[in-house]
Structure formats: structure tokens, C-alpha cells
């Protein structure tokens, strides 16, 4: 394909290493990640291991959403449908006798990305708001469709028969949580370097003007979908932790309100930051816990916050560190 | 499957897709002049619904829910643009869709702290509890008056965008607003009304389903998102586009429900049928939305931008 040489100089600038400030922070919430099951286990306080492990299983899936909404400028409302999907996979692939945790991610990764070449082929037809409402109404179709699976819980959902096996570490809460944490890790080095890279600039510059990248001679469809499909199966590998976590699967876990939670993720830490989404699922979540603590009605509290983060944070958390290079997903 | 059945069906089919227009007009037209995509729109039609229902319940008039839940629910537009949906119009698509989707978890919540979680239900008015009978067959009066309804509103917005000055602003709106506002034409009150009048037409959807459905917290975002569902295969801003959109939409919905299982037990083994059937008629409309983007991204009635 012909086109302009990319400046790798340029390319780089968008990376957690534009910063030392951002290189601190990252290096920081990992150190917390590591460090909150050792002190769990000190102080046997269970709450705070279920509460980190959830803000993974969602940092990894809004990691995975800012590779499509970040820097591809795809706004899809409709992640949670991968998340679910990989959640479901745990339990029809394990009730089905497939119950070889490498087996099932195997499985896992040919279904959700045929599905998500499928469904991103036939939403990015479409343009901008369009493609917000349909992403939205594929997600509600596995939603329903999972609903109406009577045999599988319907809309109450079902615990897991047997977690994914995985030899001497199944069902060993403490290793599925490092497991996590590292799958999280190469997640978030896996989009720095595909972000510095050709294929990330020609990504990031269709989210810009797709009309030049085409005029540059370079196709954005064959870019824009593999990014989505990408991202799609980052989800899909966080809703493979999340039921195995909870050994629980239920549709709630596509609901609608999901995926506009992961998109609430992403912009509050920062889109089109590597590591924004991260801070972006702690602070969502913890900011959640602690309005439950306060109380019931809290997502009466939550909405008018989201709308003040539109109004008032439209760079992210990520954004207030610091130093490096000025977000670029938004104008 | 007698033939009364399937035209019952049909009926409640054509019902249905009514409502929705009623709501695709509103955020189709406020789309249109405004670039400006509302999820709260669901929001008004829970709101428009609970304002009929309290207030059929304390005067025991229906025609008096309906005024006030219509009249209620456009106040509460001005009301929503002045306190700052105006100033999202400006802000991309994702600013729209994240500031909305807060209004809706304050909405849904809001209603639970009001009127508790349960479930509140309305009577359809005494003169409309009787069936009626239609070529033979009886149809319960309260879905046809449904139906009338929304078709006079389908003509009345037909005549007003058509035939009168208002809807020359709004079509002239939609299509280049910055020349309509050199031309001395308020276009922020223009945009205000237009976003009021589709306010108004959500909250009559909710008033008109207070008989037919249980009127409660979150009632909203499943008729949102079908409405969505219906502007996407109509065509994102033409009215024309959401009229035969939701009434291909609810046709399809509802025989999806009601016929596609009695059919799939005639062709498939009985225990097959039964797991298929159900799970095939809730993403029926689904299905369409796909087939249709997949050969027209732009809609069946795509709005032609000069």
C-alpha cells in the first residue's frame, strides 16, 4: 500500500512514555493492583479483592473499547455485548463439556471475532450517530437473545457449573486475579506499541479526517475494522474473567447501561490515552461504591456527575497529569 | 391460526409501530435540525406516562391525563433546553450521547424515589373498555383509538412540516441553519420547539400505553432503543422515514411474537421450535435493522442533503 512514510517520533508522543508523570501513575496503579491481594490476604478483608477484581475485568474492557472509541473514533455502544459474550462462552462451552480454560479462550477468540467482523463490517456502513444507534441495537440483540435462552438461566442468569480448567490453578481465585492483572499489563503494552505503530497512525488518522487517509491512497475500512474486532475481543477476554470470577453469568452483564458504563470509563480516564481507561474504571467504580455506601438512590447522584464530566472533563483524568503531549481523541 | 388471529395480530402490529412513530418523529426531527441525538427521550415518555397516570388517578379524566401529561411533557422540553441541552448541540456525538445517558440514570431514579419501585397501572377510559367489532371479529377499542390517534398525528405533522410557516422553518432548519438564521429567524427558539413538540409526542406515547403497560422506573429505554432501532432503518431525519420505519418495525416485532412460533412448530421438530421460536422473535427486529444497513447504510427513505 502505497502512502506517506509515518514519523515514528510523532507516532510515539501519544504513549504513557510521553510522560514521566504518566510513566509514575501507571507504574503506580499497578503497584496497587499487586499489592491489593497481598494486603488482603494479611488482613483476610475479602470486600477489597472482589472490588479490585471487578475494576480489571472492566479496566480491561474499557482498555479495550478506547482502542475502537479512543483511537479509532468508532463510538460504539455496544461493547458490553463482548463482554457478555465471553461470559456466556465460559458457561455454554462449560456445560457443553468443553471445560479446558485454553480450549474455551480458543474458542472464545474464533466466535467473537467472526462475530465482531460480522457485526463491525455491517455498523461501520454507517456514520457517525448511526453507527451509535446500531451498535447499540446489536448489543440489544444478544441481549435479548441470551434472555431468551430459558435452558440457560433466561433473564435470571445461572452460576457456572465448573470454572474454566486450568490445571492446579482452577478455581484459585488469588491466580485468576494476577492472571488478570498481567493480562491487563500486555493489554495496555500491546496498545502502546500498536498505537505507536503504521497500522496505529493510519487508525488514529481516520479518526481525524478519513477523507486525506483516502487520498493518501490508503484504504480506512480494512484499519477501522481489525481495530474494532481488536477491541471486541479484549472485551470478550475481560467477560472471560468476569465469570470466572464470579462463577455467575447473567445477561445484566450486556445490558445497555453497560456499555454506556464503559463508555463513561473511557472518557473519564481519558480517550485515546493508553492508560486512561484504567484510571477512568477506578474511578468510576469506586466512585459507584462509595455512593452505594451513601445511598440507594445513588444513581441519582451518579447521572448529574456524568453529565458535570461532560461539561467540565473533556480530556479525562489522564489528562490532569502533567506533562506530555495534549490528549488528541477529542478537538 | 384463524384468520381473526393473524389480523389481530396485524392490528397490534400496526398499533405498536404507531407509538414508535410517535417517538421517532420527535428525536428524528430534533435530529434533523439539530444534529443533536437525545437518549432522555425515553425519559419523557416514563415522565409522560407517570403524569397521566397521577393524573387519572386524582380526576378520574382521561382526556384531562392526556392534556397534562402532553402540555407537562412540553414544558418540561423548554424546561430541559434552557437548563442545558441547547448547549450540547455544539458538542460531538459522544458529549451528547454521555451527557443523555446521565439524565436517564437520574430519570429512572428519580421516578423510584417519587413513586417507588412497583409497578403503577391505569384503566383505559370507560367509553374505550368495550372490544369493538371489525370485519366480524372483535379488537379491543382502547388499541384501535391507539391507532387513530396516531395517525391523525402522523397527518397533523405531515400538514404542519408541509403546509404551514413553522415546518418551512423547521425543513428550511434542517437543511442550512446558519442561512436560515441570517435570514433573521430565532433559530434557537425554533430549535427550543422543535425539541418541546418532540418532547410532547414522547410524553402522549407514554400517556396513550398507560392502559396497555405497566408504567414504571427504566419503562423508557426499551422503547428508546426499538425507536432508534426504527429511525436507523427509516432514515436518520426524515419523518416519512420514521413513519414506515416503526410500522415495519412494529409489523415485524409483534407477528415476530405472536406468528413465528405457531409457524416454526409446523416446519421444525416440536422441541426445537419451542427453543428457537422465542429467541428468533426477540431479535426479529434485530435481524431486519442488520439486513437492511447491510444493503442500505442509509436508511429505506434516506434524507437527500443538497
Redo the contacts between chains.
Keep these: 500500500m502505497s502512502g506517506t512514510a509515518p514519523n515514528p517520533s510523532a507516532a510515539r508522543e501519544a504513549g504513557p512514555g510521553a510522560s514521566r508523570w504518566r510513566a509514575g501513575a501507571t507504574a503506580a496503579l499497578m503497584a496497587v493492583g499487586v499489592a491489593v491481594p497481598i494486603y488482603a490476604a494479611l488482613t483476610g478483608d475479602t470486600y477489597l479483592v472482589a472490588l479490585a477484581s471487578r475494576i480489571l475485568v472492566y479496566a480491561l474492557a474499557a482498555v479495550g473499547l478506547n482502542l475502537a ?1 479512543g483511537f479509532g473514533g468508532m ?1 460504539s ?1 455496544g461493547h458490553a455485548m463482548y463482554l457478555g459474550l465471553g461470559a456466556y462462552a465460559v458457561l455454554l462451552l462449560g456445560a457443553s463439556g468443553v471445560t479446558n480454560g485454553w480450549l474455551q479462550l480458543a474458542i472464545l477468540v474464533i466466535v467473537v471475532g467472526v462475530v465482531a467482523a460480522v457485526v463491525g463490517t ?2 461501520l ?2 456514520r ?3 453507527f ?3 451498535t ?3 448489543a ?2 444478544f441481549y ?2 441470551f ?5 440457560w438461566g433466561g433473564d435470571e442468569g445461572m452460576s457456572l457449573p465448573q470454572p474454566s480448567s486450568f490445571g492446579p490453578f482452577t478455581g484459585n481465585r488469588t491466580a485468576l486475579y494476577f492472571a488478570l492483572l498481567a493480562t491487563l499489563a500486555a493489554a495496555l503494552a500491546g496498545t502502546h506499541r500498536l498505537v505507536g505503530s503504521r497500522f496505529g497512525l493510519v487508525l488514529r488518522a481516520t479518526r481525524v479526517n478519513e477523507r486525506r487517509v483516502r487520498a493518501l491512497g490508503t484504504a480506512p475500512l480494512p484499519y477501522r475494522l481489525a481495530a474494532y474486532v481488536l477491541s471486541a475481543l479484549l472485551c470478550a477476554l475481560a467477560g472471560f474473567f468476569l465469570a470466572n470470577l464470579t462463577g455467575f453469568v447473567s445477561p445484566a452483564y450486556l445490558a ?2 453497560v456499555s ?1 458504563e464503559l ?2 470509563m473511557v ?1 473519564l480516564g481519558g ?1 485515546g490515552t493508553v492508560v486512561g481507561p484504567v484510571a477512568g474504571a477506578v474511578g468510576l467504580l469506586v466512585l459507584e461504591e462509595g455512593l452505594k455506601a451513601l445511598t440507594e ?4 447522584i ?6 458535570l ?3 467540565l472533563l ?1 480530556n479525562g483524568l489522564w489528562s490532569l497529569l502533567p506533562g506530555g503531549v495534549t490528549n488528541e481523541a ?2 | 391460526m384463524s384468520p381473526a388471529f393473524l389480523l389481530t395480530q396485524v392490528l397490534n402490529g400496526v398499533q405498536f409501530g404507531l407509538l414508535l412513530f410517535l417517538m421517532a418523529a420527535g428525536l428524528t426531527l430534533v435530529f434533523g435540525i439539530m444534529n443533536f441525538v437525545n437518549l432522555a427521550h425515553g425519559s419523557l415518555y416514563m415522565v409522560g406516562a407517570y403524569v397521566a397516570a397521577l393524573t387519572y388517578g386524582r380526576t378520574g379524566s382521561f382526556a384531562l391525563a392526556l392534556v397534562a401529561a402532553v402540555v407537562g411533557v412540553f414544558v418540561l422540553g423548554i424546561v430541559l433546553d434552557r437548563l442545558g441541552f441547547a448547549a450540547l448541540h455544539r458538542r460531538d456525538h459522544l458529549d451528547q450521547v454521555l451527557a443523555t445517558f446521565g439524565v436517564v440514570l437520574f430519570a429512572n431514579e428519580a421516578m423510584r424515589m417519587l413513586f417507588g419501585s412497583a409497578p403503577l397501572y391505569m384503566d383505559a377510559p370507560a367509553a374505550l373498555s368495550q372490544p369493538v367489532v371489525i370485519a366480524g371479529f372483535n379488537y379491543p377499542a382502547y388499541r384501535g383509538a391507539i391507532i387513530v390517534a396516531g395517525l391523525l398525528v402522523a397527518v397533523g405533522l405531515h400538514l404542519l412540516i408541509e403546509r404551514t410557516r413553522l415546518g418551512m422553518l423547521i425543513r428550511a432548519g434542517a437543511s442550512n441553519r446558519d442561512m436560515v438564521s441570517a435570514l433573521g429567524v430565532n433559530v434557537g427558539w425554533l430549535a427550543r420547539l422543535v425539541f418541546a413538540l418532540g418532547a410532547a409526542l414522547a410524553g402522549f406515547a407514554g400517556a396513550m400505553v398507560g392502559p396497555i403497560l405497566s408504567i414504571q422506573p427504566g419503562m423508557g429505554e426499551p422503547v428508546l432503543i426499538l425507536t432508534l432501532v426504527v429511525i436507523v432503518v427509516g432514515g436518520i431525519g426524515s419523518i416519512r422515514g420514521a413513519l414506515f420505519g416503526a410500522l415495519i418495525v412494529g409489523i415485524v416485532d409483534t407477528l415476530g411474537r405472536g406468528v413465528l412460533p405457531g409457524l416454526l412448530h409446523l416446519v421444525l421438530s416440536p422441541s426445537l421450535a419451542s427453543a428457537a421460536g422465542p429467541a428468533l422473535a426477540s431479535v426479529g427486529v434485530y435481524l431486519l435493522m442488520a439486513a437492511v444497513l447491510a444493503f442500505k447504510p442509509d436508511g429505506l427513505f434516506p434524507v437527500r442533503h443538497s
Design positions: 472509541l463510538v455502544f455491517i455498523s456502513r454507517t457517525g450517530i448511526a451509535i444507534m446500531i447499540l441495537a446489536f440489544q440483540l435479548f437473545l434472555v431468551s435462552l430459558k435452558a445497555w447501561t454506556g463508555i463513561v472518557v480517550a438512590h445513588w444513581m441519582a451518579l447521572g448529574p456527575l456524568i453529565v464530566m461532560v461539561v473533556r477529542r478537538r
